[in-house]
């Protein structure tokens, strides 16, 4: 199974909701991505996990809520969302190789959120 | 890591080769160049990547100069299928999970019937 998958596909959510984002790989990875994609630009780095810690955020505000609770699985929790959060979010998964040696990413198809 | 530059757009026949260049000046002795593509409305998707010497895989080959300032990607028979945005990204290749890919704009090749 070489796959990232991501639940749900699409959602629209109220300023005032709350929601989840769902990622789930079982390649064995152990380090997984929240990046975040407005329309007509590049994918942005959101948080890093590596082996269920949370290594990496990049300054994201605290409205958004990542979890890694085990190896496979890796949520975003959303509340309080503004109507310029919406976007495709997309997760990734990589092995984690000490030293040299170049870890591909592996995305999933993304969710793409409506914020109104 | 280092900053790449890119055509902002591309054409291609089908079934010819479409050769990508990419453009990192600045980039350092222990920086990976990482090829990704980005089909509409689909995740991104790991093509290719090298150090020093030229790679090839079943997808493409990276060209990558002796002084390793630009790089080059070519798919060899481009087919309809490859209309998609291509990432070019210099980094280090960390350890333990400190993997932070930074995209740039890409370049946005079309492939023409």
């Known amino acids: 199974d070489t796959e990232v998958t991501q639940t749900p596909k699409h959602l629209v959510m109220g300023m005032t909701n709350k929601k989840s984002l769902k990622c789930e790989q079982h390649?064995?990875?152990?380090?997984m991505y929240w990046y975040k994609q407005k329309a007509k630009k590049p994918p942005e780095l959101m948080f890093v996990y590596s082996y269920e810690k949370l290594s990496i955020n990049e300054s994201v505000p605290s409205r958004f809520s990542p979890e890694c609770p085990n190896s496979s699985l890796l949520n975003l929790h959303l509340h309080a969302l503004q109507p310029e959060d919406s976007a495709l979010y997309l997760c990734?998964?990589?092995?984690?190789?000490?030293?040299?040696?170049?870890?591909?990413?592996?995305f999933g198809p993304g969710t793409r959120l409506t914020v109104l | 890591d280092a900053k790449t530059t890119q055509p902002t757009s591309m054409d291609c026949a089908e079934g010819r080769a479409a050769n990508l260049p990419c453009n990192h000046s600045?980039?350092?002795?222990?920086?990976?160049v990482y090829w990704y593509r980005q089909i509409h409305s689909q995740g991104p998707q790991y093509i290719i990547h090298g150090l020093k010497n030229n790679e090839t895989n079943e997808m493409a080959s990276l060209i990558i100069t002796e002084d390793r300032k630009s790089s080059t990607l070519i798919l060899p028979h481009a087919t309809l299928r490859d209309t998609a945005v291509y990432y070019c990204i210099v980094r280090v290749a960390r350890s333990f999970g400190n993997e932070k890919l930074t995209f740039g704009t890409g370049t946005r090749l079309t492939i023409i019937p």
């Open positions: 390649m064995g990875h152990r380090a």
């Open positions: 600045t980039i350092s002795g222990n920086e990976y």
């Open positions: 990734a998964s990589s092995q984690v190789r000490g030293g040299q040696g170049a870890n591909e990413q592996f």
